[in-house]
């Protein structure tokens, strides 16, 4: 995988040789210039508070905070906080900031789930609405997508708002929301300012993945499901609406420079953990690792096979998560990491690892056409002074492959799924 020194950083930009003739790592385009329309500076500024009472949750605080501007005017974004029960810790509590994916809006479930592991923990509404209906805890059966007085932009398609200036498009208010939650909890005496961590599910994936090379003062960054390259998606719902269906060359040009991950990754310096499933239905598992190895620091890749694709399940199905945040903030036993795996001349896959796996897995696919649509096998491998090797070699028909482990822990429970890049093998 991603190794903490970032033994691999220079596989992702170029098409990189893993043993000649063997294997290599997806081919990018070089990354394009890119162009920060965010004035990062005004948003590293603690946003004045609003009280509210519109949408109660019990035990956490509800209230708006300031956004960028919207049309002249501040935009307010509905959250929720919550801190942990017990004794604050001396230095104040770490925190996570939560950003929900498509559909989604500020969830109780989110924050207590961080309060319960000792995590400070804000969720707020990326798209100009109240909390509504019931799903993870949001209490009252309000009517969902509801706006409000001083609501941000809502999001329209995928970028369907392009014909209006950048900084009243909605992915610059996604953006902008996240990093002024990051300063008004470092504006909070409970917090600790150097413990903060962001995550982001589905949508929020995306967002956080740019955030990541926007806002360097989180300690850490999880995208769960979304990340960057979407533009390079073979997925016809997502290759839609980029050029020739939709997008002008000049539209498609700004989307590269400003608002895909892609362009903000290679400047992201904090500790990633990117989690997701290898047959994810909407970020494919290439575009996916092809994001984390662009990260521009120590970046893991978490690949979970049967992780289903929904909020609840992007922060409780995979424990991987929690402990990667205590392992930046708390002292906690780092993840496990895999190299970019080597196929040798027999089809054997090699891949040197460290940490603490009980089983490893060759996941290959002889199928060609979309992501998405592939059918995907395992193959077992042996484990042996921190190297994993399958014990049957890949078909000769392999068209992509990784190596992923984990340990099992008592009761069956599997914990410290770690993954190699994907690579895509030529023999």
């Known amino acids: 995988m991603f190794s903490r020194n970032n033994r691999m950083k220079t596989a992702i930009l170029s098409v990189a040789l893993l043993v000649a003739g063997s294997a290599i790592a997806a081919e990018s385009p070089a990354p394009v210039e890119r162009q920060i329309a965010w004035d990062i500076a005004a948003l590293s500024k603690a946003p004045p508070l609003h009280d509210t009472d519109l949408r109660p949750a019990t035990g956490l605080k509800q209230f708006f905070y300031e956004g960028a501007d919207s049309k002249g005017q501040p935009t307010w974004v509905f959250a929720y906080y919550g801190v942990p029960p017990g004794e604050q810790p001396q230095g104040g509590w770490p925190a996570v900031v939560c950003a929900h994916g498509g559909g989604g809006t500020a969830y109780p479930e989110w924050v207590r789930f961080w309060n319960k592991r000792g995590y400070a923990a804000i969720a707020m509404d990326l798209e100009g609405h109240l909390p509504g209906g019931t799903s993870h805890q949001v209490e009252g059966n309000f009517p969902t997508d509801q706006g409000h007085d001083h609501a941000g932009p809502a999001r329209k398609d995928y970028f369907g708002d392009r014909d209006l200036p950048a900084s009243e498009q909605w992915f610059y208010h996604a953006v902008a929301d996240v990093i002024r939650a990051n300063s008004l909890l470092r504006s909070f005496p409970e917090i600790d300012a150097n ?19 926007l806002d360097p003062r989180f300690a850490f960054v999880i995208p769960v499901y979304g990340a960057g390259f979407i533009h390079e998606s073979d997925y016809p719902g ?15 040009a700004d989307y590269k420079a400003k608002w895909d991950p892609s362009a903000h990754l290679p400047h992201a310096r904090m500790p990633m953990l990117f989690v997701s499933s290898v047959a994810d239905p909407v970020f494919q598992v290439d575009i996916f690792s092809r994001s984390a190895a662009a990260a521009g620091g120590p970046s893991t890749l978490c690949l979970r096979p049967f992780l289903i694709h929904a909020h609840g399940s992007g922060w409780d199905d995979a424990p991987e998560i929690a402990a990667f945040a205590d392992s930046v903030v708390k002292g906690g036993p780092p993840l496990p990491t895999v190299e970019v795996p080597q196929v040798d001349e027999a089809g054997v896959v090699h891949a040197k690892y460290e940490g603490d796996f009980s089983e490893a897995w060759v996941y290959f696919t002889t199928a060609g056409g979309i992501m998405k649509n592939r059918k995907w096998d395992f193959i077992k491998c042996r484990l042996s002074a921190g190297e994993a090797v399958s014990e049957k070699p890949l078909p000769p028909a392999t068209t992509a492959c990784l190596v992923y482990g984990f340990k099992v822990g008592p009761g069956g429970q599997r914990s410290n799924h770690s993954a190699s890049q994907v690579v895509f093998p030529t023999r």
């Open 195 to 213: 413990k903060i961590g962001l995550t982001g599910i589905s949508w929020g994936g995306t967002i956080v993945s740019a955030v990541a090379g």
């Open 238 to 252: 997502l290759a839609q609406w980029f050029p020739p269906t939709n997008m002008t060359a000049e539209q498609f």
